[in-house]
């Protein structure tokens, strides 16, 4: 499996994307480059290639050959969209990864657990139906011992950065 397993629970500066029913601000999000060649017009600019996506930066920001840089929304020209989603617990987040890593075994995710509360993200395909390549993020809010009870959040952003509520992945 790709996807990192190895939780840190670690408290962090929260993002911008509110959910009112957890009572809780989603993680923020940090693409982590590789330093590679440097661009013949700029010699200074050393030319940047993406790697992966992490709500945790400090695993790899100490490395010199890598930047990490926080992010708010894609660009719409990115070959893939991204979700960050909520989970009661580490095996449920778990368990998600392996239905993800059994539908697609190319997808890089991983499981973080941040100021008490345990989050996956996802890289997946921009779905065709969708207007550009987005960053999700959702939560399923039980308000009972039963599923049928559940309130599905869904926040999408968009490369113009705004967030609004849209069910992308389904309710």
């Not at 599905?152 to 113009?160: I, N």
Request: proline residues 8%; hydrophobic residues 40%; aromatic residues 8%.
């Amino acid at each position: 499996m790709r996807h990192d397993l190895g939780l840190r629970k670690r408290k962090v500066e929260r993002g911008r994307v509110w959910c009112p029913p957890l009572r809780l601000y989603f993680p923020r999000i940090f693409r982590i480059s590789e330093k590679t060649a440097k661009r013949p017009r700029d010699a200074r600019a050393p030319a940047l290639h993406h790697i992966s996506y992490t709500l945790d930066p400090s695993a790899m920001a100490a490395i010199g050959s890598f930047v990490v840089e926080e992010i708010d929304r894609l660009d719409g020209d990115a070959p893939h969209s991204l979700i960050v989603r909520h989970h009661w617990s580490r095996s449920l987040a778990s368990s998600y990864l392996e239905g993800v890593e059994d539908m697609a075994p190319h997808e890089n995710a991983g499981v973080f657990e941040l100021d008490d509360a345990v989050f996956t993200l996802a890289e997946r395909p921009t779905g065709a139906g969708w207007p550009a390549p987005m960053i999700i993020y959702v939560a399923e809010i039980y308000h009972s011992q039963s599923e049928l009870d559940a309130e599905h959040f869904e926040v999408v952003v968009g490369p113009d950065g705004r967030a609004e509520p849209r069910e992308l992945l389904g309710g």
